[in-house]
């Protein structure tokens, strides 16, 4: 009941920010802020209970809101969360923080409406860089815009604060050696996707059985007990894993972007709230991983003094996770050439006079890839492209594709182009039959009606997974080998060649 209190409150606090021109907010203003940083005050005794609620649920917020960047213009770059693949959005102040820079809009190039990226280097630390680098600027510059970062489409709900609030609700139970008594031990070991390794492990996590220095220094005294990682708190297992800034780091750089505000949450709360919340297979499998991928980097910074690596934990859990969600997963179309799919869909030529581009994008954090396919009504190559770089999540690859499918095709000179891709969410977001969109490809979709505006010939179709082998097989490699190329012409890369040919061979030709 509490928590669905603080559920309330936490929309309050977000009509606070978000409104700052209605009245109520203006009225609460005058009588405490008085000008003061919202953010920095300290309710007085004699304040409301909503106030002082507000006030209470303030920092819950704050962790999960995060600015859009259209020009730049009103985002503090220091103060204000606007980068989303760091920890809480922000970057870390530096002593001697650049006094030319304080608004976005300052390492924004005005002309080519593109980042600075010479001053960026100058100033930030390279894993801030390639995070700023990896925010896309939209074509057209609109006003910044403040989203709610925990529901897909940026704007704020109390459901989605309350699972929020559960994640990172406090443990009941006082010591975190002794093991819930109903723990969910039956869902714990039916949990699929997870390598028998891993599973093992939490097991032992959850019995507080790994060989962290506070536990070792129980039998042996002289044994340094600090924190490998920061240094600055005694290794007990739910500080190395959970609470040290170098695993938060890693938890919120991760694909699941956790933030475990609240110091008293455990591994035990945490696998719980997993298991019965609706964090969903993939996240456990997720979590699972990198829990296993920090004790390794742990116990390699330990034994062989080599230095953690965030990206490389992640990328390495990232990996485990997938190879063994792999029998589960949709993700794997096995391709084998001229053999007829049982399914129903697949590819279809275009009409005479018109091409269609087939487009996919792949994610392996922080690294996405785009590709588009153009074929002719004979379902013969026109040419192909690649594009690898980095961003922060699935559907920004997604719609990188079909951008990369706009601008290719203005290379060709025809009546009317198909851009096809079976991102459906894009699809549908870019035809306005999809109310919410994303928040994290706003800037994407944007653009991309605006192509479809300007550009009478395009259009722009959804198509299942099965029929867009060619696309798909195009992105895989081009992730896998980091191909950012163009092939024009009839010949395409190796990759391409069992799929294409499939599609003509499948059937499509017979009329
Ligand atoms: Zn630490």
Redesign the pocket.
Known sequence: MELVNGALLGKLVWKFISEPDSIWVQLLKARYLKGADFWLHKPPPTASCIWKGLIGMRDHVKQNIIWLIGNGCSVNVWTDPWVPSLPNFRLVPTVEAHSRVVWVKDLILVDSNSWNVQLISEIFSEFEVRAILSIRLPVVPGADRLVWSKSNNGQFSVKSFYKQLIIQAPSNSSSSSTIDPDFPWGKFWKLQGISPRVHMFLWRLLHNGIASRSNSSKFISEINAD?P??L??IETRD??LLH???SQAVWFASPLGLHFEDSSITIDTMLRNWIESEFGTEGIQLGASLLWCLWKARNRLVFDKIQPDILKIIDAACTLAKDYSAPFSEDVVDFVPGQNLTSHVRWIPPAPNSIKINVDGAFVFPRYSAAAVARNSEGALLGCITSVSECSSPIEAEAFAFLLGASFASRFHTERVIIEGDAKLVVQAISGTQEDIPWRIQSHISDLRHVLHRDDNLEFVFIKRDANCVAHSLAKFALDFTVSDVWLGPYPPSCLVAPIATDRESGCFDS
């Open positions: 924190c990682f920061c600055c708190a500080h190395l040290c800034s170098f």
